[in-house]
Structure formats: C-alpha cells, structure tokens
C-alpha cells in the first residue's frame, strides 16, 4: 500500500507519542507491587474504560472479524455486542467481591476462596495461555497484518511492536499501560469510524446498501445458520465471554486499580458502551468491502482492501497508527 511522507510522519509521531506517554506518566511509579500492578488505584472510570476496549482489540478482528463481517454480514457484530452480558456480571457482581478482597490478582482470589492448589493450576493455565496462544498470537498476525497492509517485513514488524509495547510496560507497570491505552484505543475507534464514514461516502445506497439483504442485514441468525446461529452467539455471551471480562486477569487488573468501586463499576459499563461503535471499527469495514467488491477470492483480504480503497493517501497512516496501536495495547496488557 503505497504511503506519503504524511502517512509516515503520522505513524512515526503516534510511536513517539505512545512511548513518551507510557514512560512519562510511569515515572517513579513502580516502587511497589501496588504501584506496578494496580497504578496505586489511582484509575478512574473513563481510562479504565478506554483501557478494556483497548486491550481486547487486536489484529485478529482487523483481519479475522472483518473478514467474516464480509461473508457473513450484520451478524458478526453481536460478537462486539454481545459483551455487555458479561460486563454487566463484572460490574455488578464480580467487582464488588474482587475489590472488598483488595486483591491484586485472580489467583490470589482463588487461593483465599478455595486453596493453594487452586490458585498454581489457574496461574499456570493463564500465563500458559498468554505465552503461547495469546501473545504468540498478536504478535504474530501483528507483524503480518503489517507486512500486508504497508509491505514491511512481518518478523522487522513483530520485534518493533514488541519492543516498542514490552519498554514503556516493564517501565511504569499498569500506570504506563492504562494512559497509553487511552491514546490508542482513541486512535483505534477514531480510525475505525473513520473508514466507516469514508464507506458510507463511497457506497451510491449508503447505509442501506451497507446492510445489505437477506440474511446479510440481519442481526440475529436462524439457529440453523452454519456458522452464526443465534445459539451459538447466546452460549458464547454465557460462558466464553464471562471467563473472559469476569476472571481473566489481564481485562480485570485495570478494575482492580480503580480508584474506588464506583470508578471500577462505571469504567466497565463506559466499556460496554463503546462497544457500539467499535463494530463500526471492526465489523462494517467487511461489509462495506462486500458491496464494492463482492468477489475478493480470500475474505480476510477485505480489510486491507478497503482501506487501499477509500483512504486517501495522507490519512492512512492514521489506520496505520490505529492498527499498531490495536496491537500494543494487547501486547501491554498481556505483559502487565
């Protein structure tokens, strides 16, 4: 994809920005283990917010969920939207446990509810997860979502997005991760939005032409659709994701640093709120895809198609910026 010297001077000015905030703010504020892991509970609602959004958003929905919003439509936004059951749990029923326990960690939970042995299977199970399949996995399609959007080497792309996440995260703990979250969820849901507005631009129907017919307009999908039936989705809003928002520790440790319950309650309802335009972000660029070309021979191919198709050179390094800062995001919060 070719770029302007614009594009690349906003890029390499996010870079800046990200790193100078994380080791800013991080300054002096890892003394302790309440300092590095919980940012002395200092956070408050709208970072811890932005924060949760930031972390769970990579490059497996820039590539994989718009890829399926292309073959599948409108449904693939319950996968975004179908997370407020579970953060409506954590809000209201796990958070206050957590934070009356004053605990730093699930496991640590788990050792004071149950026992010891608990507590080393789950820690075990988590950073095994993290290690191997999580982190392993961001970095990874990280780098080659990179490679094909912008042609720079995949493996050049996974050492700098993990040096650039693993420094200012070692340096200043979830201090420096939460506030650098901010900027790049921001960047994030604003480059989103913006390839939504551009496509609704570009599209002679506009959003209805977006939606689309049939069963590509439809939120909710017949129990016998092969890959998006209504079942599925309620299962995986009762059990997937409450594991994931309610005991997974790297979603979890920024309500745990709140500044008080109702900062940690109101952070994650504010998640659950921006969660709506992040199917702009994530979902709608597929299927804005399908209606200008409906005949890409791989539908993973659909983000990097659009954004070759509608962005204008001199913004692009902006969906640049907002794809590196997917990444470092999640690539901070597994490390933290």
Not at 177 to 194: A, E, Y
Request: contains cysteine; charged residues 10%.
């Amino acid at each position: 994809m070719e770029l302007s010297g614009l594009d690349i001077g906003v890029y390499f000015f996010f870079i800046l920005a990200v790193t100078g905030i994380g080791f800013w703010v991080g300054r002096g504020k890892a003394d302790t283990v309440d300092e590095y892991f919980l940012a002395g509970n200092r956070i408050p609602w709208f970072a811890i917010g932005v924060s949760i959004i930031a972390a769970s958003i990579s490059t497996e929905q820039f590539l994989g969920e718009v890829g399926f919003a292309y073959q599948h439509g409108l449904a693939v936004a319950n996968w975004e939207w179908a997370n407020f059951i579970a953060q409506l749990i954590l809000a209201f029923i796990f958070i206050p446990i957590f934070l009356r326990q004053r605990i730093i960690t699930i496991p640590e939970y788990l050792a004071r509810r149950y026992d010891d042995r608990c507590r080393t299977v789950f820690a075990f199970l988590l950073v095994a997860s993290y290690a191997l399949i999580n982190l392993a996995g961001v970095l990874y399609l990280g780098g080659f979502a990179i490679e094909v959007l912008f042609g720079i080497d995949k493996w050049t792309a996974v050492w700098f997005l993990a040096a650039i996440a693993g420094a200012y995260t070692i340096y200043g703990g979830l201090t420096s991760v939460v506030w650098t979250d901010l900027l790049n969820g921001g960047v994030l849901l604003g480059g989103g939005i913006l390839v939504f507005i551009l496509g609704l631009i570009a599209v002679p129907g506009g959003f209805e032409e977006v939606l689309g017919t049939g069963s590509r307009s439809h939120l909710i999908l017949p129990a016998s659709h092969p890959d998006l039936p209504w079942t599925a989705i309620l299962a995986l809003a009762l059990s997937t994701n409450i594991f994931y928002y309610c005991t997974n520790q790297y979603i979890n440790q920024r309500c745990l640093a709140a500044r008080t319950e109702w900062d940690a309650r109101v952070g994650v309802i504010f998640a659950s709120f921006l969660g709506i335009p992040l199917a702009m972000a994530v979902t709608f660029p597929g299927m804005i895809a399908f209606v200008l070309n409906p005949s890409l021979e791989v539908a993973d191919q659909a983000y990097p198609y659009v954004v070759g198709q509608l962005v204008p050179i001199g913004l692009r390094g902006v969906i640049f910026a907002a794809l590196t800062g997917a990444v470092l995001s999640t690539i901070a919060s597994l490390v933290s």
